[in-house]
């Protein structure tokens, strides 16, 4: 038997379910997509009578109905955007990282608009909180001319990142939430470190002493998933360069 042997249902299976701990791959991201796609397409007619079975395949894979709710998932989907729960029935808006619904959300608004197809880079997460750079493609079953199986979605990891390249990774969005969710005195240090005051000189401001300043620092580098104060001090000037920081 072929690899891809089309006349089966599963395509593609390994016996090691779990290739996202390895991320290396025995096929290309386009050659398994045009795979999927046609085991999608022989399946079709028999879906009543016979399962769906992509759980072995080295992507995650789902389709959703006209109203984006999902009606398959296989196996690692589940693992990275659903937290090891089944997703079948719910919208991703209910159990992805809000970046990924954010994508998710204006990806298929693009092709239920009519955009044949989609394919993107991105970031995104595990549900261990582990970042990785993605690659995703989106298209319409429009042969099926079913709402119930209306939209196609394939994903795959490509890198994990490292903690100084998950900062990086961030959009200014998620940076200003967080930034945001600080107090005052949090975002105040911060932007006084961004003008280069020493640690004295901002705690005399504060009214705090200097080991207070030391560990509110500490608890901000955790919050943005930072490593040192200068990371800090980049996100600050990034988001006041940006605008959305008042003056």
Not at 59 to 88: E, L, M, P, T, W
Not at 189 to 213: F, H, P, Q, Y
């Amino acid at each position: 038997m072929s690899q891809f042997d089309l006349d089966t249902v599963s395509i593609g299976a390994t016996e090691n379910y779990d290739w996202w701990s390895t991320l290396q791959y025995t096929t290309s991201f386009d050659e398994l997509k045009s795979h999927v796609l046609e085991s999608i397409q022989r399946w079709y007619p028999r879906r009543n009578i016979s399962p769906l079975n992509l759980d072995g395949i080295e992507a995650c894979v789902a389709i959703k109905n006209s109203d984006r709710i999902i009606v398959y998932q296989n196996r690692s989907f589940q693992h990275f955007f659903a937290g090891g729960h089944s997703a079948v029935g719910k919208g991703v808006e209910s159990i992805a990282y809000w970046k990924t619904v954010q994508l998710t959300q204006k990806t298929d608004d693009l092709i239920l608009d009519g955009v044949q197809s989609i394919d993107c880079e991105h970031v995104g997460r595990d549900p261990e909180g582990q970042h990785y750079s993605f690659r995703t493609s989106k298209s319409k079953l429009a042969e099926f001319q079913d709402p119930g199986y209306c939209l196609f979605g394939m994903s795959r990891p490509l890198t994990l990142l490292a903690t100084s390249e998950k900062e990086k990774a961030k959009s200014l969005a998620e940076l200003f939430k967080l930034f945001q969710a600080m107090d005052p005195v949090d975002q105040t240090i911060c932007r006084l470190d961004a003008k280069g005051e020493s640690t004295k000189d901002i705690a005399a401001r504060v009214g705090l002493t200097s080991r207070s300043i030391e560990n509110r620092r500490n608890r901000m580098i955790i919050l943005f998933g930072a490593q040192r104060p200068m990371d800090l001090v980049r996100i600050t000037v990034r988001l006041e360069d940006h605008g959305l920081l008042p003056a």
